[in-house]
């Protein structure tokens, strides 16, 4: 009997059975597609916070205040500025920010940041102007009232018209948006990257914030190789002139650069991408035990048959082949189906994240499923055939 | 050359309390051409003695020549070729693969013996057509009466043209009509000189034999040459 025929016996098994075949097909689909996808999404929101510390930019250190206390004051961010003792340092950004309502022509758009800072975060923050300008030192200085604001913001309050020369109601404030920012790759789940407007930090001391404390201060160095060396600087500077609490033992700030910040969302990723391997691990264990299911059930009929075929004549290798290709066109046919139906949804966003495939995933995957498929299809057809034809007739 | 030859064949089921002892010693020569009918009560062993004869089961004890060769020196591709090409045989429980047609049913033993399809199917409806289902060719089994999945196990065993057709009460659940034709079937065979071993309970069916064989508690209680009563 050639091996076409037997495949064409294998074709038709499949076909005599459809509720048990489409059962099995169904199993390793869903193990296959479950395992991708959710590693696939692990994997995005990893590559999500790659971006996101891409995009801060691997130059800048951020000094940060912690509880509460009046840290970062102007004299602590003009210190910093200090050729001398900060020959690392290029630019010194103080900054505040608030969350704040945006008004045009009667239309509301809640911006989540408020920024208020000097025009060095813009390149310290790594969000270049796309239209318009930024606005410049002198701006500054004199308090205007003007605003970069982000796409989001463009697109909700002057959806197809430009932005830039438009003036906008802040807090009662009238601000003259003089640019519109690069669009940033959306990279957080939870935060949009492109929802914020960025003005003189005068103006937005005036009419939001008040005078208090800067909620930052993004220190540029000259170099991602110097980061290392600002950091210490900084470090030096900032212990010198801020002074520990009483009762604390602490310093009331912190310094971050972008590669501790990766460290640590990377780790929170990984955790992430663990507990999703997890989640398809069991799945794809759900799945192969469904398929076993369904295989031990049908070893009943599927001796005897394997009994009436040998019965008529048919050596143990052509029983084994047919049912070998019959396992195999089953476990492969739906693991591709699961391949296929993973790689449709990725390309959708799945909880705020953008999944990214892992080619081994794929990989892992279709070799587990088909190695289920190919046990549990094979080795009772094995034995089966093994029997002598009126032990498998008589098999239940 | 004698056809079937055993010697001194036993079968012994289970273990034990519950060992059954199905053949007690029998020992048969068929000679090639002989229509056989074998006869007895139920669990008499008739069942358990057909198999062996078919190459389905071995025997506990004794020897078992087919065509002259030792059965149980076979590996299992010459058993194989042994039971498609030398052997029809009909189950007393028919035996046919659910959810697959007659035809397809029929079909399978000249699959294994390497028939291209054409012909195959060809010669499947032919024999579909001798027992009286060629308007049932499309049917599964579980479409079928029981009759009709019997004759069907007879197409089965007898479209290879079997030398030997080995049948386990092949008229058991058919009709007078029904039962007339298969016996048809097996007269013509035997005018053409194949080998038949037949299993029955009935008097009218084992008369159309040429030779009857009783068999008590698994001994051969008579074995008796007869002259044959043509319908
Ligand atoms: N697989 C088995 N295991 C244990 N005992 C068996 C087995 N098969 C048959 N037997 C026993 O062997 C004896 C002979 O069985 P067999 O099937 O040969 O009877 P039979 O003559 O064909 O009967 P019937 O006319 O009812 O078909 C019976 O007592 C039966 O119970
Ligand atoms: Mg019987």
Do not use: W
Request: with cysteine; proline share 4%.
């Amino acid at each position: 009997m050639s091996l076409f025929e037997v495949l064409r016996f294998a074709v038709r098994g499949i076909g005599a059975n459809k509720l048990r075949s489409g059962l099995t097909m169904l199993g390793i689909l869903i193990g296959v597609a479950a395992v991708i996808l959710l590693v696939a999404v692990g994997n995005g929101s990893a590559q999500q916070v790659a971006d996101r510390i891409e995009a801060l930019g691997t130059k800048t250190l951020t000094v940060q205040g912690t509880g509460g206390g009046q840290v970062l004051t102007p004299a602590v961010a003009q210190a910093l500025h200090d050729p001398v003792l900060a020959p690392d340092v290029t630019s010194v950004s103080p900054v505040v920010s608030t969350q704040a309502t945006l008004t045009y022509q009667g239309t509301d758009h809640a911006v989540q940041q408020f920024v208020g800072s000097y025009p060095s975060y813009f390149g310290a923050s790594n969000s270049p102007v796309g239209t318009g300008a930024a606005f410049t030192d002198d701006d500054v200085a004199q308090g205007r009232r003007v605003v970069v604001i982000g796409k989001t913001v463009a697109d909700e309050l002057f959806p197809g018209t430009a932005a830039v020369g438009k003036e906008l109601t802040v807090s009662g404030a009238l601000f003259t948006v003089v640019g519109v920012l690069d669009e940033k790759s959306s990279a957080s789940g939870f935060m949009d990257a492109n929802d914020l407007a960025i003005a003189p930090l005068t103006a937005v001391q005036q009419t939001l914030t008040g005078y208090g404390a800067y909620n930052s201060i993004v220190v540029e160095a000259a170099s991602s190789a110097k980061v290392a060396d600002a950091q210490s600087q900084v470090s030096l500077i900032l212990s010198q002139r801020v002074q520990v609490p009483a009762g604390s033992t602490s310093q009331p700030y912190r310094i971050q650069n972008a590669s501790q910040l990766l460290e640590t969302q990377t780790e929170t990723a990984d955790t992430f991408t663990t507990l999703l391997g997890a989640v398809a691990g069991i799945s794809l264990l759900v799945g192969g035990i469904g398929i076993t299911n369904i295989m031990l059930v049908t070893v009943t009929e599927r001796t005897r048959e394997i009994g009436i075929r040998k019965a008529l004549g048919a050596p143990r290798r052509v029983i084994l082949t047919q049912f070998l290709a019959e396992a195999t066109m089953l476990s492969l046919l739906g693991g591709g189906l699961g391949v296929a139906a993973a790689l449709i949804g990725s390309r959708f966003t799945i909880v705020g994240v953008r999944p990214v495939i892992v080619p081994s995933s794929i990989a892992l995957a279709l070799c587990v499923s088909v190695a289920i498929g190919l046990f549990f299809g094979s080795v009772p057809a094995n034995r089966a055939a093994r029997l002598r034809p009126i032990d498998a007739l008589r098999y239940e | 050359m004698t056809v079937l030859d055993i010697r001194a064949v036993t079968k012994v089921y289970g273990e034990g309390a519950a060992t059954v002892h199905a053949l007690r010693g029998v020992s048969l020569d068929v000679e090639p051409g002989e229509y056989v009918a074998i006869m007895g009560s139920s669990g008499s062993g008739k069942s358990t003695l057909m198999n062996i004869l078919g190459c389905l089961d071995i025997p506990t004890a004794g020897r078992y020549l087919l065509d002259g060769v030792d059965v149980s020196r076979l590996n299992d591709r010459q058993l194989a070729l042994v039971r498609n090409r030398r052997i029809g045989f009909v189950f007393q429980s028919f035996n046919l693969i659910p959810r697959t047609t007659a035809v397809a049913n029929v079909e399978l033993p000249l699959a294994y013996a390497g028939v291209k399809a054409a012909e195959r199917r060809r010669r499947a409806l032919v024999a579909l057509d001798m027992v009286g289902l060629a308007d049932r060719a499309g049917h599964e089994p579980n479409q079928l009466s029981g009759g009709q999945q019997q004759r069907v196990a007879v197409a089965r065993a007898l479209v290879t043209e079997p030398a030997l057709v080995l049948a386990d009460e092949p008229t058991g659940n058919l009709d007078s009509r029904s039962t007339e034709d298969i016996l048809r079937i097996f007269d013509d065979l035997h005018a053409a000189g194949r080998t038949i071993v037949l299993i029955t309970h009935e008097t009218d069916v084992a008369a159309r034999a040429s030779r009857l064989i009783r068999l008590f508690d698994g001994q051969i209680a008579s074995d008796v040459q007869q002259d044959r009563i043509l319908a």
